[in-house]
C-alpha cells in the first residue's frame, strides 16, 4: 500500500507560479511511475503530468506543456509539479497518483494510488 499527500496548492494570480509536492509513504517508492491529474468544477479528471520512476521519462497534457514540469526526489519520497504562468483555466483539484507499471500512462485507469487532492485556484 501506497499513501500520498498532496501540498502546495492555494489561490494565484493568473501569471503566477505554484510548486505542488506530494510525499510518498508505506512502500519504496522509486519502483512507481507518479503522475499528476487535475479536476476542474463539472468536469472529469484529466492527466497532466507524468514522470518515470528513475526521472528519465516525462510526459505534460498539451494544455500544460512548456509551462509546468514534473520531478521527483526518491531519496525524500516526493514528486514535484513546478506551475508556471499560470491560468484561470488552470483551476482544479491536483491529484497525485501512483502507478506500479513502467510506462508513463495518460489513462486515469492504469494508476493505483491517489491522493486525497490539493485546490489550485488561479484568479484572472
Known amino acids: 500500500q501506497v499513501q500520498l499527500v498532496e501540498s502546495g496548492g492555494g489561490l494565484v494570480q493568473a501569471g503566477g507560479s505554484l510548486t505542488l509536492s506530494c510525499a510518498a509513504s508505506?512502500?519504496?517508492?522509486?519502483?512507481?511511475?507518479m503522475g499528476w491529474f487535475r479536476q476542474a468544477p463539472g468536469k472529469g479528471r484529466e492527466f497532466v503530468s507524468g514522470?518515470?520512476?528513475?526521472?528519465?521519462?516525462?510526459s505534460y497534457s498539451d494544455y500544460v506543456k512548456g509551462r509546468f514540469t514534473i520531478s521527483r526526489d526518491n531519496a525524500k519520497n516526493t514528486v514535484y509539479l513546478q506551475m508556471n504562468n499560470l491560468k484561470p483555466e488552470d483551476t482544479a483539484v491536483y491529484y497525485c497518483?501512483?502507478?506500479?507499471?513502467?510506462?508513463?500512462?495518460?489513462?486515469?485507469?492504469?494508476?493505483?494510488?491517489w491522493g486525497q487532492g490539493t485546490q489550485v485556484t488561479v484568479s484572472s
Open positions: 497518483t501512483a502507478d506500479r507499471g513502467v510506462v508513463v500512462s495518460t489513462s486515469e485507469g492504469d494508476y493505483d494510488y
Open positions: 508505506g512502500r519504496t517508492f522509486g519502483g512507481f511511475v
Open positions: 514522470i518515470s520512476w528513475t526521472g528519465g521519462r516525462t
